[in-house]
T-cell receptor
Framework: KNEVEQSPQNLTAQEGEFITINCSYS?????LHWLQQHPGGGIVSLFMLSSGKKKHGRLIATINIQEKHSSLHITASHPRDSAVYICAVRPGNQFYFGTGTSLTVIP | DTAVSQTPKYLVTQMGNDKSIKCEQNLGHDTMYWYKQDSKKFLKIMFSYNNKELIINETVPNRFSPKSPDKAHLNLHINSLELGDSAVYFC?????????????FGPGTRLTVT
């Protein structure tokens, strides 16, 4: 069983929709990362969270340490948001990754 | 200016060969990482170096060895390549501070072993 579970695995949305991607983990962590992998393969770090909530543009990430759960929200989704979103957790010096959520935003 | 660069971008080689992938970062970061992404797009950390010390070493075969000549470079050497080593390898760097582990990724190196 993977230490990090993401849902959904695949998501298709219409442009403008509000999107939520969920991440649950089973280990104690010092930080949680949300990564974005573009269709061309490049990986960008979106957020690093250890508590609470962070916002960057149309992206919002939240984490509930007690429930071992994080969500990534995208407001007013756009086709350029189409990518794979990966959750990763850091217990100490280890890293565990989710299998990713593939998002397609249709114009 | 490229923050984290990797060379080569593509590498095709035969089983049994020895190859290296180079990584350089110009961000002044203290820690560098190597990740492997398999054909199912699953990412797994392989190594990280902090000030020339190995601080993470996942259970990867000892055919893989990281080499860090200085803080700005972390190269990955692979001996006796096997078919299962075919993957995309990503280098990344970060500057650990108080609760700060933002990572910057290189563009990846697609390794194909035939």
């Amino acid at each position: 069983k993977n230490e990090v579970e993401q849902s959904p695995q695949n998501l298709t949305a219409q442009e403008g929709e509000f999107i939520t991607i969920n991440c649950s983990y089973s280990v104690g962590i010092s930080a949680l990362h949300w990564l974005q992998q573009h269709p061309g393969g490049g990986i960008v770090s979106l957020f690093m969270l250890s508590s609470g909530k962070k916002k960057h543009g149309r992206l919002i990430a939240t984490i509930n340490i007690q429930e071992k759960h994080s969500s990534l929200h995208i407001t007013a989704s756009h086709p350029r948001d189409s990518a794979v979103y990966i959750c990763a957790v850091r217990p100490g010096n280890q890293f565990y990754f989710g299998t990713g959520t593939s998002l397609t935003v249709i114009p | 200016d490229t923050a984290v660069s990797q060379t080569p971008k593509y590498l095709v080689t035969q089983m049994g060969n020895d190859k290296s992938i180079k990584c350089e970062q110009n961000l002044g970061h203290d820690t560098m990482y190597w990740y492997k992404q398999d054909s199912k797009k699953f990412l797994k950390i392989m190594f990280s170096y902090n000030n020339k010390e190995l601080i993470i070493n996942e259970t990867v075969p000892n055919r893989f060895s990281p080499k860090s000549p200085d803080k700005a470079h972390l190269n990955l050497h692979i001996n006796s390549l096997e078919l299962g080593d075919s993957a995309v390898y990503f280098c990344a760097s970060s500057h650990p501070g108080h609760h700060t582990y933002e990572q910057y990724f290189g563009p990846g190196t697609r390794l194909t072993v035939t």
